[in-house]
């Protein structure tokens, strides 16, 4: 008695190879839709890092005390200070720049904290670290500018 081993048919066989080749190449995922902004967040942060080391190193000579003319220390001290005020703003704007980046990671980013609602594309590219959309951000310009 003689037993023969099944064949499968060719066209099966065709299928099954397109098959394997198929799953060779597995779906590309959708490209990350912050991309851009994240990017752009990354390199304003690293941007804004290197202006502070500079002005941190540019004001932390001492004033030199033998200065014979007032008005010279004033003017030094005058310096110091208008340095200080763009370091703060600088540190400000870093830390809206991280959370920013913290906001796209937890997948919050391009929504208003304000209202909710998605804040316009054009003003992420505009202003890439925003929390508000710009009718919240105007209220709340507003609301300051009555406190002042």
């Known amino acids: 008695m003689k037993t023969t081993a099944r064949r499968r048919p060719a066209a099966k066989k065709e299928k099954t190879r397109l098959g394997a080749a198929r799953n060779k190449h597995p779906r590309v995922p959708r490209a990350d839709r912050w991309t851009w902004h994240r990017l752009a967040l990354l390199h304003l942060r690293d941007r804004l890092m290197e202006e502070a080391r500079e002005l941190k ?3 932390s000579g001492p004033l030199n005390p033998e ?3 007032f008005a010279e ?5 005058s310096g110091r200070e208008l340095i200080e005020a ?7 704007l870093l830390e809206e720049v991280a959370a920013a ?5 937890a997948g919050t980013y391009g929504i208003c904290e304000a209202t909710g609602r998605p804040i316009l594309p054009a003003r992420l590219r505009a202003i890439p670290w925003t ?3 710009r ?3 105007a209220e709340r310009e507003v609301g300051r500018s009555r406190r002042r």
């Open 57 to 59: 190193s540019a004001n």
């Open 73 to 77: 220390m004033a003017a030094g001290r």
């Open 101 to 105: 980046l913290g906001r796209i990671a």
């Open 135 to 137: 009718v919240a951000a």
């Open 86 to 92: 763009e370091l703060r703003t600088e540190e400000g």
């Open 67 to 69: 200065v014979a003319d």
């Open 131 to 133: 929390r508000f959309n």
